[in-house]
């Protein structure tokens, strides 16, 4: 952490760069990629997706059905925690009522719903949004956890000496 010094008291105060980077431009890129991504998926399974399932062997038109509900599912993750993150950094709410359970975010990993096999015969366009969603949640999951799970470490006492120890009794000792 760098520090600051407050105008009034000169006293240095520690400035979290992981708060700054959450009110950072790569925030707004990645809020503006996230919320983009909503839009486009949705865009594609209500349009042209729809047709394309329609055209799959029964087997892909599952596996499709699956993959289109986890993409879904995860990019309602995402757009949740980015609106989120968007309202701290904009005053509306903040760090700590973002970290509470009425408002935070759960975001779990999900991994593609289909065998490797299978999502490969699946349309490239679907194959294409589940991909860039997993990686832009592996990358929201990683700065939430920057965020929100960074404790300050306290510095632990050191150990007391054996060597120091014991030359404190012979000293107590020979003190009588």
């Known amino acids: 952490m760098a520090r600051v010094t407050d105008i009034h008291d ?7 760069f992981l708060e700054r980077l959450a009110g950072s431009e790569a925030f707004g890129a990645m809020f503006r990629e996230g919320m983009g991504l909503v839009e486009e998926a949705a865009a594609y399974l209500d349009g042209a997706g729809r047709d394309e ?6 087997s892909e038109a599952l596996a499709y059905a699956a993959e289109s509900m986890r993409l879904t599912t995860r990019l309602m993750q995402i757009a949740s ?11 509306e709410l903040t760090k700590t009522q973002a970290a509470s359970d009425r408002h935070r975010v759960k975001l779990h990993q999900q991994d593609l719903a289909a065998a490797p096999e299978m999502f490969e015969r699946l349309p490239q366009r679907l194959r294409d949004l589940a991909i860039h969603s997993v990686r832009l949640q592996a990358r929201i999951i990683h700065l939430d956890q920057l965020i929100y799970s960074v404790q300050p470490k306290a510095t632990p006492a050191p150990a007391p000496s054996p060597v120091e120890a014991q030359l404190e009794m012979l000293k107590n000792a020979f003190a009588h």
């Open 81 to 91: 925690w980015l609106l989120l993150q968007r309202a701290v950094n904009q005053g």
């Open 53 to 58: 399932a329609k055209a799959l062997p029964r």
């Open 10 to 16: 000169h006293t240095p105060q520690p400035v979290s």
